[in-house]
């Protein structure tokens, strides 16, 4: 075990269980490697950080507790509109403003906790950008859908799964998922394609296959990273297309649901929530490096 000694202040510092929430500055290479540059932090600062009485979070500490004790408050907001929106839209929203803000308020929420996590415009937090702005539009889509205007609600959600799509990228490009996606969306445009009138009978499939390249490009990613985020944002994914499908059998189609809004509304946030969540490791490389190191 390594020990770092400040001989003024008399404090020992115990390198492989100290962890600072926001600086990625505290990690030793090997046992013989010394403390070099900005990858760790002087006997001096461990000095301040020890009388500033700075609360080390323990490396054994359970990897979801680490990141509930990190993200939770920053996921408040979200879940306190969540609450809010249930408690309060009991009925299928008639396009009343207050119903439209409420439906808004939990994707806002998630604006913010994308900025929060740390967010610029430089390369390091492009992909942060990206689903930013996806959760923008998402949100001017409920807002059109809540008002009625389904089709401009199409086209909004539909310029979202752009911004998905350009977040999730392109590498690798794992074509044996998007060929299976693609034949089945192409199956179920074929089948709901005489139900749409002559604006639909467009927008429709197009939105189709936009939302099936970013659940492809959401799977495509998660198999190659193998990490949690990546993993719950391919689960999200999939529950965004769970989400568009139940509106489209119950608008289209004419399949009765059971509580048919609320099915759609839990499930399309579980989407948002899982998308956004996947910022939580972007930033420069030496962050998510150190990010690794903890965890």
Not at 65 to 93: E, N
Request: aromatic letters at 12%.
């Amino acid at each position: 075990m390594l020990y770092l000694t400040a001989e003024k202040c008399k404090v020992n510092v115990k390198l492989s269980s100290l962890t600072l929430h926001t600086s990625p500055v505290l990690w030793i290479e090997s046992a013989e490697s010394p403390l070099n540059g900005t990858a760790a932090l002087s006997a001096e600062k461990l000095c301040r950080a020890a009388k500033a009485k700075v609360t080390p979070t323990p490396r054994n500490l359970p990897k979801y507790l680490v990141m509930v004790k990190t993200h939770g408050p920053r996921l408040a907001p979200f879940v306190a509109t969540l609450i809010l929106y249930f408690s309060l839209v009991r009925q299928d929203p008639q396009g009343e403003l207050w119903t439209t803000v409420l439906k808004c308020l939990p994707i806002v929420a998630l604006m913010f906790y994308v900025v929060a996590n740390g967010f610029s415009l430089k390369k390091d937090y492009r992909r942060s950008l990206w689903i930013l702005l996806g959760l923008v539009f998402s949100c001017g889509g409920d807002a059109l859908l809540n008002v009625n205007l389904f089709p401009f609600g199409m086209v909004s959600f539909g310029v979202a799964h752009v911004f998905y799509i350009c977040a999730f990228g392109w590498k690798p490009l794992k074509w044996p998922i998007g060929l299976a996606l693609y034949v089945a969306v192409s199956l179920f445009v074929y089948f709901v394609h005489q139900k749409l009138d002559e604006i639909l009978i467009i927008g429709v499939p197009i939105y189709c296959y936009l939302i099936t390249t970013m659940l492809w490009r959401a799977l495509a990613r998660a198999v190659d990273a193998k990490n949690f985020l990546a993993i719950f944002c391919a689960v999200g994914a999939v529950l965004f297309v769970v989400s568009d499908a139940l509106i489209a059998v119950t608008m289209f189609v004419g399949v009765p649901l059971p509580c048919p809004r609320l099915q759609i509304m839990i499930t399309y946030y579980a989407a948002q929530f899982a998308i956004a969540l996947s910022t939580a490791d972007d930033g420069p490389q030496s962050f998510r490096s150190y990010r690794r190191k903890i965890k």
